[in-house]
């Protein structure tokens, strides 16, 4: 079987570029060891190769369904694989020790993460709301809350979600109607539905932990009066054990293009289904205070989203280490101008057309990891950084960073993933083949955690502007320490570096240029357009620091880098040159349009 | 239920610019008027929604497979709507009155089929592949052949393949292994399998018309050796009727991630299934002469790839117009500046983003159609022209325009369904609507009938240099005579005169720049991203001619045909910049490469 990873090039990202170890220096990160880092990925990868990947394409060919009675049937090879992940305690990775964690650094746990979104995007879903979820309640809940909820998910009896979207309301979270009402004893019932909710239902544990906004009558208006709410599928017992089942009720399964093993459902909260005595609403305890739920959510929505780049990434990866592997092995035509039929076929991968295809999956799933792990570096930094500055520094930077490592790798390596099908040929559109899933999975990448338009929103409307533009300018002092580095380097890091300056330098520019005239509509007319610009150059940057960490170092492996770079350099960078010429001139094009004229 | 086309469009593309009625003053032509014109589509869009559209999803569904008898079922409702398109006499479009034929302008009988294409891509293969086979034996075969095969096939009693793919020989047809034996009869045995055969079998049709390549022991080496027969799935009986089986045995069908209502097969010449006594091989009847099939084969094959462009197009139009049709009904969100969560929500076409995203999907399907229209009408001319020298020029520019025709579409319009699963977000991607089922159709397009590498090396390798470059010339010439015509016209046209004339300008000085060292392998390194760049001026180039068409012409349709111009000039053809400047500086990147590296 093929590796979903390779390995080579997470240690090199990790040891080689990032210098992971040097984290262990820190007291948060002492009980480890690049020992123990090896042993998590070890791990990780053994399990996702002989648990995770056997059951991909039967997950995607037997959806789940619902049951007469309203349960969720599926697969039991997905279960069987999380009892050995859970077995294995790899959902404790980063948590603190003092509540079951293992304190690892998020930079490798999310290394070891990748091999599982790799070997089965679906199957890994449930362990990655759990962790996002276990987070976001282990920050803001109370000890009562994370007794009863992080550690159960920790150990993996719990699963997790979040719920957000309703019918009428995805990207729009204003428009949410779900309410909650205080009761006299201080808990909340819950009433409303509740739309592409993930893992929302199954029987994997014991127990489900939805993280749900909601709306309490008469608090703020819009984003404003939102708040949240644990809502288990079954409230907590006397004993520890799960006790009644509150009224969390599955009315219906999303049947999807890709990510199939992952339910995805509607659920009704407060129907009236589970409570005999009538509806009074799902029980629901609130996280921290009223109306200020959005924020919350918020730490679980941006670690999601980084996430999103990591499945995104590993999607991309796998397709592009098994299209490498079908040219290496199938043979095809001759060279050109040795055209001798009598002559035997050469294998695809001497094909230039082919090379190129290889070489962009490449850059983009290669890139893409390496962005992925330097933003987990920074929640470490976060986590256990020297100083006060320095921590806000990394959260700073990493908001900045979050839209492109959500949305970069969810447009690059869905691409990765449609040269990986054009390298198989009319193989790769059979489903006798892996790539063809790979490629209706990562679809999904760039509509859920905020569509690719809602990202650019962020990034131009929000990200580079706020604090009078401070993120964009620390993001500009580590591109500009990266090219002042590759400047006293060799020559292909030199000649990337003046590059890089040269659209970089443009990018600051236009981002003042765009607000100049204080017109939002027309600053943000093309944010969707600056997200691409603003990604395609950050990942020329993360090409950069991969050539500087590979200098002076000779092998297959680092030729391979250095080739890669190249590639990015000359096919990829050069694209950002006209999205720039398009966002300088502040065109009206989408804005001046009367839909009528569709 | 929405339009699968616009009829206004076609009205437009077939009337106001192309002038097709004019063809009606030609001979060929001469029994024919707008009125008959005008009925062909009318019959045409009609049938499609009635009986092709509603069940394209079911056939999505529930894809065809193999009885124990090895015989194919598929559901009925394939048949029924393949019986009201032959019974309407669709199938005789463009063929001449003297054998069945309508004798319809090519560029009328394709806009016909696009209804169908983009009503139901999968149904639409069956009479799409049958014209094309109808078309080579009417062009080359006997008349006997074209009694036996071409008059049931126009009739629809019969439908037809092109059967070249091995499983070991895909884009390289050199290395077929099927083979022809000549028997003393002068019929034909061949044996051997073939790969990929779409509409391979089925029970729709009495009989089955499969033209084969194979090889005659003794014929040239390599593309030079190739022959090709006629080998029907049961010979002509005596009266009229089908008489004996003939030894070709479905053995297997290919399951693809879309086009799921189009059997795909892999067949079995000759392997005594079919024989009794023995595997002597199918019965075949040879085409013209031997070792010259492959160049009959490109008659279907040139005629396929341009109908591959209108399915391409065909499958982006139809999910362009459910993405506008969504994005006025579904609300979500409020405008930049405007909110007050209090406000009624906006339609999703008030959002620049998502107008971004139609005016992309516009101005890629109606650029796509045009085109293709183009591209027929010179079919036309082909057919009808009033003197030689038209008709050869015609056939030179279609021969330069046609791996644009086929690879443009495939990728834009591709791109095209990925913006629509955009547009509705959540929605688009699940099976409840339409457009994800588009997006996985429409990604077969950029494989079959040569896939984009092979397109790039025909147009720069063959189309471009081919009789001293005539065929660019002329091309040249064509654009030229566009630009000067939009200089003397309105604003627009003349903004965006300027601009292609400074694009074109370079595409002709980097096609000699790439051929004057003399190194096939050097210029033809970057062959696909010449096909990108090619594309993309050559689909402005449409634009232009429609914005000059629609001048002086007030109203939503023509404002609409304007604004789309613009945004291909904005935003679409500046790509075209970076792609000749990688060119014109002849890299090596993807020649230079260790398969090692990878």
């Known amino acids: 079987m093929t590796d979903v990873l390779s390995r080579r090039d997470l240690d090199f990202l990790l040891y080689e570029w990032l210098d992971v170890v040097s984290l262990t ?32 394409k039967k997950s995607d060919a037997t959806e789940p369904t619902m049951r007469p009675d309203g349960s969720v049937e599926m697969i039991s090879d997905i ?54 979820n276990a987070n976001l309640i282990s920050t803001y809940g109370t000890e009562q809350q994370i007794d009863d909820y992080v550690r159960p998910m920790i150990e993996g009896r719990y699963f997790g979600t979040m719920c957000l979207s309703e019918t009428q309301a995805g990207s729009s979270l204003a428009d949410i109607t779900t309410r909650a009402v205080k009761q006299d004893d201080g808990q909340y019932r819950i009433t409303g539905t509740k739309m592409w909710i993930s893992a929302g239902d199954h029987e994997l544990t014991e127990n489900i932990v939805h993280l749900v906004l909601a709306k309490v009558p008469g608090g703020g208006s819009g984003v404003n009066g939102i708040s949240l709410f644990i809502v288990p599928k079954f409230l907590a017992g006397p004993d520890g054990n799960v006790g009644a089942r509150n009224d969390v009720t599955l009315t219906g399964l999303n049947h999807k293009m890709g990510f199939r093993g992952t339910t995805n459902t509607l659920l009704a909260f407060g129907d009236g289904t589970h409570t005999p005595e009538g509806s009074a609403g799902a029980i629901g305890f609130l996280v921290g205070e009223e109306n200020r739920g959005l924020s919350y959510m918020f730490h679980m929505m941006n670690e999601a989203r980084i996430g999103v780049g990591f499945v995104a990434t590993s999607l991309g990866y796998v397709g592009y280490l098994k299209s490498v592997e079908y040219a290496k092995a199938r043979t095809q035509g001759r060279r050109l101008g040795a055209k001798d039929p009598a002559s035997p076929p050469v294998a695809l991968i001497e094909h230039a057309d082919v090379r190129r295809m290889l070489l962009a999956q490449k850059s983009y799933v290669e890139g893409a990891m390496a962005l992925g792990l330097y933003c987990s570096l920074l929640v470490d930094e976060q986590d256990s950084a020297v100083s006060d500055e320095d921590a806000a520094n990394a959260t700073l930077l990493l908001d900045v960073l979050t839209p492109i490592a959500k949305s970069w790798p969810s447009q690059w390596c869905l691409e990765a993933n449609n040269l990986a099908i054009q390298v198989h040929g009319g193989y790769g559109y059979t489903r006798d083949y892996d790539v063809e899933q790979y490629y209706r999975d990562n679809r999904l990448n760039l509509i859920h955690e905020g569509t690719q338009g809602i990202q650019g929103l962020d990034l131009l409307g929000r990200k580079v ?113 006209p999205q720039v010429d398009l966002l300088a001139s502040r065109d009206r094009t989408t804005l001046d349009v009367n839909p009528a004229w569709f």
């Open 79 to 132: 279960k069987s694989a999380l009892d050995i992940y859970r077995a294995a305690g790899l959902l404790a990775g980063q948590f603190d020790e003092s509540i079951g964690g293992m304190q690892l650094p998020t930079t490798v746990s999310r290394a070891a993460m990748a091999w599982f979104q790799a070997a089965n995007a679906s199957t890994s879903s449930y362990p990655f709301l759990t962790i996002a």
């Open 465 to 577: 502007t706020m604090q009078n533009g401070a993120g964009l300018k620390l993001l500009d002092s580590k591109i500009a320490a990266t090219i002042e580095r590759a400047q006293a380097g060799g020559t292909d890091a030199a000649l990337h570096a003046v590059q890089l300056e040269r659209v970089w330098t443009r990018i600051v520019d236009v981002t003042s240029q765009l607000w100049e005239p204080g017109d939002p509509a027309l600053a943000l007319a093309n944010s969707t357009v600056y997200l691409e610009a603003v990604g395609h150059t950050v990942i020329a940057w993360m090409w950069l620091e991969q050539v500087i960490a590979a200098e002076r170092k000779s092998g297959d492996f680092y030729d391979g880098k250095r080739h890669a770079a190249r590639y990015f350099f000359t096919y990829e960078l050069p694209k950002v040159g």
């Open 25 to 56: 220096s820190r007291e948060r990160f002492a009980e480890h060891s690049k020992n123990t880092f090896d042993a998590v990925l070890d791990l990780s990868a053994d399990i996702a190769h002989k648990h995770f990947a056997p059951h991909n």
